[in-house]
């Protein structure tokens, strides 16, 4: 069981529990800007959770690596000699120093640039210069092995790695919702990562970017200039029809949906295979898709299988709970990394369909640039609110004033379908924002995965 620090007095559990206020619609401002709530998330969420790593294909051969971070601790995610993917925390046994610079490569050992500690690829110290001499062979090297995450583990390819090894399944950590999420990844056969991973620091809190995921409220406003260059069709980018799905320790996917008709539709043009809906033109493709002009491709038929009848209709934006985001205006999954309570580096990795021609593969590349990440006509918009809210929280009279998520409480019901999964269908709302921040309040509140299994809220039922 991981081992969390206490709380130092300035913060404790009722604390917690006065920021989010789920009957009133409110949070507290602190939330974004108080040091000692950071340093609880880092220890209570981010070192406990499963958190995304990467894609087996930028992986693919022995000793090729990829360096990721699990809250703020950096991690080596590497492939060692049987193939096995190992995540080793990129510190030396000895003083600490980072072994691995480079962001990808490949490698036989890690070799500690300060004095030459040598660690295979499993993270077993192979090496130790001086170990007869300056160590009299009285170093224990079996002891001073590299730290491992407690579990790894894939979902189809896409691995995550806990340091908790009491944390619960990748599986049953994704539950239903999670597992829909990432889905709308593999459920078009199979993927392929694109090489590098675009990356950009914005100085806002990490939560108020996963916030912003589920905001189809924003894109309006926010988004306006976009649209008036032509690059989204607001209409499309702002539909009415939106479902809510809520799964367990904070899963969500909230944004457009499908109706039931219009899914019965594309079902009977695809029939098992998507040959025939990829063949279409962009304008043909804009009578089955709810969004002119996005590059995923549309779910094949088979993908109901894999998502259940709900889950297939839901095309909004799924959260891995804390912050891995998969986009669904094309295919990549965005990270919203803890750097400090004011800064957050958002990673986009970017999969495209194996069997994509040359020239789509462009076309993709093409929009992609121009959404998201350091040149995303998106991004620069959103950034810069974000920012301003963060900044905001740092007042000491702003900071006293409660952010406002009303939008849609009480005001919808969450229906059953037959297969027994679970949706919200309605306007443009925050109840995905609502159930994210109450899940990291449980989160913060639990002193270890037994507390959380036995605290967290189930998936929502009723009025809500
Ligand atoms: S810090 Fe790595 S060998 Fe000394
Ligand atoms: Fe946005």
């Known amino acids: 069981m991981l081992e969390t620090r206490g709380l130092d007095g300035s913060i404790d559990e009722d604390m917690i529990s006065a920021l989010i206020d789920g009957e009133q619609g409110t949070i507290d401002r602190r939330i974004y800007s108080d040091p000692e709530i950071y340093k609880l998330e880092l220890q209570r969420i981010f070192a406990r959770a499963w958190n995304f790593m990467c894609h087996e294909s930028q992986i693919p051969n022995p000793g090729d690596y990829f360096i990721n971070y699990i809250g703020e601790d950096q991690v080596i995610v590497v492939r060692d000699e049987n193939g096995t993917v190992q995540v080793l925390l990129n510190t030396c046994r000895h003083r600490g120093n980072a072994l691995c610079r480079a962001e990808q490569g490949n490698a036989k050992s890690f070799v500690c640039s300060y004095h030459g500690w040598n660690y295979g690829l499993d993270g077993t110290l192979l090496n130790v210069p001086g170990e007869t001499h300056f160590y009299r062979d009285r170093i224990d090297k079996a002891a001073w092995s590299l730290v491992k995450a407690a579990q790894v583990d894939h979902y189809k390819g896409f691995y995550f790695a806990t340091l908790d090894p009491s944390a619960p399944s990748l599986h049953d950590y994704l539950g239903e919702v999670g597992r829909i999420g990432m889905e709308t990844m593999t459920a ?256 913060l509140r639990a002193k270890d995965w037994d507390e959380l299994k036995k605290t967290r809220s189930p998936s929502p039922t009723g009025r809500i």
Request: with cysteine; charged share 25%; net charge negative.
């Open 188 to 443: 078009q056969g199979e993927v392929v990562a694109v090489d590098g991973v675009q990356k950009n620091v914005i100085d806002c809190n990490w939560k108020i970017a996963v916030d912003n995921l589920f905001d189809w409220y924003h894109v309006r406003i926010s988004h306006g200039s976009a649209a008036k260059a032509g690059f989204v069709n607001l209409r499309m980018m702002m539909p009415m029809e939106q479902m809510v799905m809520l799964g367990e320790y904070g899963h969500a996917i909230g944004g457009p949906m499908l109706s039931e008709a219009h899914q019965a539709e594309i079902d009977k043009l695809s029939d098992g295979e998507r040959a025939e809906i990829n063949a279409l033109s962009d304008e043909e493709r804009a009578k089955w898709s709810p969004r002119i002009g996005e590059r995923r491709p549309l779910r094949p038929k088979a993908a109901a299988e894999a998502m259940g009848p709900v889950g297939v209709r839901a095309t909004g934006h799924p959260n891995i709970f804390p912050n891995s985001w998969i986009s669904t205006r094309a295919m990549q999954i965005s990270l919203r990394l803890p750097k400090g309570p004011f800064e957050t580096e958002v990673w986009w990795f970017t999969f495209m369909p194996k069997k994509y021609s040359e020239a789509e593969r462009r076309a993709a590349m093409k929009f992609i640039r121009l959404s998201f990440g350091p040149a995303g006509l998106l991004e620069q918009d959103d950034g810069e609110n974000w920012s301003q809210s963060t900044h905001a929280s740092q007042g000491v009279v702003g900071q006293t004033y409660p952010h406002n998520l009303q939008m849609g409480l009480g005001q919808d019901e969450v229906l059953e379908d037959p297969s027994g999964q679970k949706r919200i269908e309605t306007h443009v709302n925050e109840h995905a924002q609502r159930w994210t921040y109450k899940c990291w309040a449980e989160w």
